[in-house]
């Protein structure tokens, strides 16, 4: 009785060896040293580049799982090799000087053209609002994705409001120069970004939101719009002969001061010709009413348009259209 209960005791425990670790066998025939595959760190199958690029080599490159392209759960999520390419060159180098790099880069000296590193992401970003970025002003000019934007980094500059004008001032600093100046929009008080006016992936020539330049003012100043019983033609035209929407010397964002701006066009109608009314010897000796204060504007208030049903006041005629 007793060596039976003994048989089936060993019997009991070499199945229960068996079936709680199967891999003890397996675990006793590996070679001694040997390493276990690697593991995906953040993407699903980034193992190939994580296996050498990871918290210790390049920690910043795994930030990528803070951004919208590490999330798993998304089944559009990119692996390292949908954008970077095979690069099976880079990933089997068992040299000791530097490998070779991988089969498309996106640094600041990569050697891929900018078209091909662009088609990594129009590969799923085509559509949309970048359905136009092929014959846009920046696509032409060879100005790739990665230019602007940083996959890798948790916080990407041009997506944020504030940080992003930097970006842009890389290239325009023109644009830059003006918006510094006592007069502009509040970008660099972070309220207004460059997008807010520009759309920098569609073919319009100016890259604005709009299909013109008045369009994409009237997001804000509608009340510039109209319709006005009397229309001034410059207004109605391009907010832009007037204005310098980036940055001026001058209030409201003026190229010029009035009276020089306004005598752009109106030289020798409706008032005397006297280069900005200034005294000369047929005048009286004190500068008139349309140089001091704000010039024309003292008289003539509603410059953008107006609903006056008078045809004329005194002698300016249809001028006292743009009055009070």
């Known amino acids: 009785m007793k060596l039976w209960q003994k048989l089936v005791t060993l019997v009991a425990f070499t199945i229960g060896m068996a079936g709680t670790a199967p891999g003890y066998a397996a675990d006793a025939a590996k070679p001694e040293g040997a390493k276990e595959a690697p593991k995906d760190l953040v993407l699903k199958g980034d193992a190939k580049c994580t296996a050498c690029h990871d918290e210790a080599d390049s920690p910043q490159l795994l930030a990528i799982g803070k951004t919208r392209h590490g999330t798993r759960a998304d089944e559009r999520t990119p692996t390292c090799t949908k954008c970077h390419g095979e690069s099976n060159s880079h990933a089997d180098y068992k040299g000791k000087d530097k490998p070779p790099k991988p089969d498309v ?31 846009s002003t920046h696509a032409n000019r060879d100005v790739a994705c990665s230019s602007c934007h940083t996959v890798h980094n948790g916080q990407d500059k041009v997506r944020d409001k504030k940080a992003q004008a930097e970006v842009c001032y890389a290239c325009h600093k023109e644009q830059r120069a003006q918006m510094n100046r006592p007069t502009h929009h509040p970008v660099p008080e972070g309220k207004l970004a460059c997008t807010s006016c520009h759309d920098v992936h569609n073919d319009n020539p100016k890259a604005l939101i709009k299909s013109s330049t008045n369009d994409t003012c009237y997001t804000c100043h509608m009340e510039k719009r109209g319709p006005f019983v009397h229309n001034h033609q410059p207004v109605t035209e391009d907010c832009g002969i007037c204005h310098q929407p980036h940055g001026t010397s001058i209030p409201n964002l003026l190229k010029q001061r009035a009276p020089f701006l306004c005598q752009q066009c109106h030289s020798n109608t409706l008032h005397p ?52």
């Open 105 to 135: 880069t996106f640094t600041k000296d990569s050697k891929n053209p900018a078209p091909q590193r662009n088609d990594a992401c129009l590969t799923c970003h085509q559509g949309g609002k970048h359905i136009n970025w092929q014959s």
């Open 273 to 324: 010709a006297n280069i900005a009314f200034q005294p000369n010897a047929n005048s009286a000796p004190s500068p008139g009413a349309s140089v001091v204060g704000r010039a024309c504007n003292n008289c003539h208030t509603n410059i953008h348009g107006s609903n006056s049903t008078q045809s004329g006041v005194g002698n300016h005629g249809a001028a006292g259209h743009f009055r009070r």
